[in-house]
Every structure is written in structure tokens, then in C-alpha cells.
Nanobody, 115 residues
Framework: QVQLVESGGGLVQPGGSLRLSCAAS????????MHWVRQAPGKGLEWVSA????????YYLDSVKGRFTISRDNAKNMLYLQMSNLKSADTAVYYC????????RGQGTQVTVSS
């Protein structure tokens, strides 16, 4: 069955950086576009970024453009999200998924941006 396991979150100060990882199994990872979505406290799921099966093109929510970079390693069935210049508004649980709604997502990884 499809399994997605997110990791790499934590507490970081504004302006800091984090790299999230997503380990995928149970489906043909290299044949699928992949997405990152997030859920801030008290809010619904918000799509953040997407990447094609080959790694390009990539797509971003306007508010994270220039700060976040999505990438993948098809040989390792891994998806990544490099986050830089983090802001308090980025505080959320981050999930990887197989579509913009985060289908198949795992338990998520908490990112807290606070001084």
C-alpha cells in the first residue's frame, strides 16, 4: 500500500532554514508527480509545491516562491523541500502527497517558526 513518511521538521527562528524529507513506498514513485501541502493551526490544508516525475518543472505557492525549493531523488524514492528565510506564517504541519490535496499523506512533520 501507499506509504509516505515525512520528517525533518522542528523549531526554527525567523529567517532560518529547514530541509524536509518524504520517504515513499508502495507505488511507482518515479512515475508520479509529487506535492507538499501544509496545515497551519486552525486552518485547512494548503498546497505548497509540486514537482513533475522527472524533477522539472516545479511549482510553488506564491508566498513561498524564492524561499522554498522542491526536489526529488527517484533512485531513493525520496522527496525533499528545502525551506529558507522561514517566516512565522510558515508554521504548520507539512505533508507530502500524490496530488494537490495531499492524497496518501502520512503523519506529517511539524514546522514551528518562532523567536
Amino acid at each position: 500500500q501507499v506509504q509516505l513518511v515525512e520528517s525533518g521538521g522542528g523549531l526554527v527562528q525567523p529567517g532560518g532554514s529547514l530541509r524536509l524529507s518524504c520517504a515513499a513506498s508502495g507505488f511507482s514513485f518515479s512515475d508520479n508527480g509529487m506535492h507538499w501541502v501544509r496545515q497551519a493551526p486552525g486552518k485547512g490544508l494548503e498546497w505548497v509545491s509540486a514537482i513533475s516525475p522527472e524533477g522539472m518543472p516545479t511549482y510553488y505557492l506564491d508566498s513561498v516562491k524564492g524561499r522554498f525549493t522542491i526536489s526529488r531523488d527517484n533512485a531513493k524514492n525520496m522527496l525533499y523541500l528545502q525551506m529558507s528565510n522561514l517566516k512565522s506564517a510558515d508554521t504548520a504541519v507539512y505533508y507530502c502527497g500524490r496530488d494537490r490535496k495531499g492524497s496518501g499523506r502520512g503523519q506529517g512533520t511539524q514546522v514551528t517558526v518562532s523567536s
